[in-house]
């Protein structure tokens, strides 16, 4: 089972479109998968119109195990999709990975526990550097990372490199994209250039801005599986790069 996650220190860049998005594209292209929504907000299984994590004894887990994901999936209304649901416990995950032992590894050994049920997890994560997401660096075979074509947003993605590289990571597993983006602006376009030329590594797809994708929240399920409009499209073609990148069997 190959581990993609959908990750960026910032909120609102668009981590759970993506996740969404491409783990409905991986299911209906005939991928057993798995999205795994590690926020407390809960949105990804919002969107799919799944029932929030039962109450999990987050205070007494020694560690984190298949057991546990066994008893909290849920099939989707989706072909080949699963998810394993949030819920507002997770708040605490961080806490509690401090206590235990090999804490950067526990989130691999629990997906580990799993993988024979799966080919692809998609992982739809918080905000943030901590220690979960030094979890989700190791686990992942890839970092999927939304970049608003904007200063801020640029300095956000040049720190995430800049923490591989000082905790010794793989750097090659940090694959970004450019979300948002309105190309009316010169701004976003002077940015998306500069940033393709010092990092190569940015997909050739770019997710617009677009009401189409704000619009996911009301109808509750992924936009490409009801839309053909252009921010639908720019997802499928995202999706297409990022298995072609990515060999998942
Ligand atoms: N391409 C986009 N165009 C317009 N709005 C977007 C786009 N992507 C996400 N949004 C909206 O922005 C907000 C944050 O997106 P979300 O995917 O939840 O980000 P994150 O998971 O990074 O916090 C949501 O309200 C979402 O509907
Ligand atoms: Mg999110």
Same mark, same amino acid.
């Given at each position: 089972m190959k581990i993609l996650s959908c990750y960026?220190?910032?909120?609102?860049?668009?981590k759970t479109a993506l996740a969404v998005n491409l783990a409905y594209q991986l299911g209906t292209r005939g991928f057993r998968t798995l999205l795994v929504d590690?926020?407390?907000?809960?949105a990804a299984g919002f969107y799919l119109r799944v029932a929030p994590a039962? +109450?999990?004894p987050i205070e007494e887990l020694k560690s984190l195990t298949g057991t546990w994901v066994r008893a909290n999936l849920r099939e989707s209304d989706f072909p080949g999709l699963h998810i394993l649901p949030s819920s507002?416990?997770?708040?605490h995950l961080d806490n509690r990975l401090s206590g235990m032992k090999k804490s950067r590894k526990q989130l691999q050994w629990m997906l580990e526990e799993i993988e024979?049920?799966?080919d692809v997890a998609v992982l739809d994560c918080p905000p943030n550097i901590t220690l979960l997401s030094e979890n989700i660096f190791r686990a992942s075979r890839a970092v999927l990372v939304p970049v608003i074509p904007t200063p801020l947003s640029s300095r956000t993605f040049d720190q995430l490199c800049g923490f591989f590289g000082d905790e010794d990571? +793989?750097?090659?597993?940090i694959q970004p994209f450019f979300s948002?983006?309105?190309?009316?602006?010169g701004l976003h376009r002077s940015e998306m250039e500069s940033l393709r030329s010092s990092?190569?590594?940015?997909?050739?797809a770019c997710i617009p801005f677009s009401v189409d994708v704000e619009a996911m929240g009301a109808r509750r399920a992924p936009l490409t599986s009801y839309s053909r409009g252009t921010a639908a499209r720019a997802f499928v073609e995202l999706s297409t790069e990022i298995i072609d990148r990515n060999p998942l069997r």
């Open positions: 960026s220190i910032k909120g609102g860049v668009g590690l926020d407390p907000q809960g039962r +109450d999990f507002l416990a997770y708040r024979d049920g799966y990571l +793989d750097t090659t597993k948002m983006v309105q190309s009316r602006k990092h190569p590594s940015f997909y050739r």
